[in-house]
């Protein structure tokens, strides 16, 4: 498993390392007011994060993106997994779903702020209310694709329906679910910066803000870049946790992967019952 995440670090690393020399070497004599040299961000970056007051706005967004994907992950599966286990209520509550999830939650910005104030709970309200659907959508997806020979024979053996949902329908369900955990992380980040942007005295989102009125180019550049540098930084721990979570499901082959662990965890229980 180790080494299946090394390879898979070693392969999302290559290409953004690549793209960073490549924007040093190629920016290095840039006189462009709008696009100073990378070196330039980069060290402006660097001297906000020390001096600059940028680390107090990185903790604050960056506990922000936890609270409310966390909270979202907490609600998304468990809503999910009794939502995916009951046809019926799948069936009744698909329309509103559907449209949960057509309705773009940055719409909602001023109306929160304007209700919640410009605090951290408006934040990770819109965070949280972003990140719900993909993953409530994916656990949901995830419970339906078990094969339904693995919930048959949980019927069979009259296991408990608490039991067969934390041992047979969440492991099937994971895969999907950790999907919907990486895209819920990209719409975080989004959140995170726009509510900052229109309704914070701190933040990423709101340094942004400030260096862009007060045309500080660099500094701008800079903290965009970190941004970027927080999403990516949350991709590869979510990676590691994946192949945590995952190191059965990988490990074998795509046609073997689906459900094998449900069935052995059945089996065992039915075993020890």
Do not use: C
């Not at 040093?24 to 990378?38: H, K």
């Not at 949980?154 to 608490?162: E, F, G, L, V």
């Amino acid at each position: 498993m180790s080494r299946t995440f090394l390879v898979s670090a070693l392969n999302q690393l290559w290409l953004p390392v690549l793209v960073i020399v490549l924007l040093w070497v190629g920016t290095a004599g840039s006189t462009n007011f709008y696009f100073p040299p990378f070196g330039d961000m980069v060290g402006a970056m660097g001297a906000n994060l020390a001096h600059g007051g940028l680390l107090e706005d990185l903790w604050f967004s960056l506990k922000n993106i936890l609270a409310g994907l966390g909270l979202a992950i907490v609600v998304g599966v468990l809503a999910g997994l009794i939502i995916g286990e009951h046809r019926r209520l799948r069936e009744s509550l698909g329309p509103v779903l559907d449209f949960a999830r057509a309705t773009p939650t940055v719409a909602f910005v001023p109306v929160i702020i304007l209700t919640l104030g410009i605090g951290a709970t408006p934040k990770i309200f819109l965070i949280f209310l972003g990140s719900l659907w993909p993953i409530l959508l994916n656990t949901i997806s995830g419970v339906e694709g078990i094969n339904p020979a693995v919930l048959e024979t949980a019927r069979s053996y009259r296991i408990p329906w608490q039991l067969r949902l934390r041992r047979v329908i969440l492991p099937g369900a994971t895969p999907q679910i950790v999907a919907g955990v990486r895209v819920a992380l990209s719409v975080a980040v989004v959140l995170m910066v726009v509510s900052e942007i229109y309704g914070s005295p701190v933040g990423l989102g709101n340094f942004i803000l400030r260096s862009g009125s007060s045309f500080a180019v660099t500094d701008t550049w800079g903290g965009t870049l970190l941004i970027g540098l927080l999403g990516y930084g949350l991709s590869v721990v979510l990676l590691a946790v994946e192949h945590v979570l995952l190191g059965w499901y990988f490990q074998r082959p795509p046609r073997v992967r689906r459900n094998t662990q449900g069935l052995a965890l059945l089996e065992r229980e039915a075993l020890t019952r």
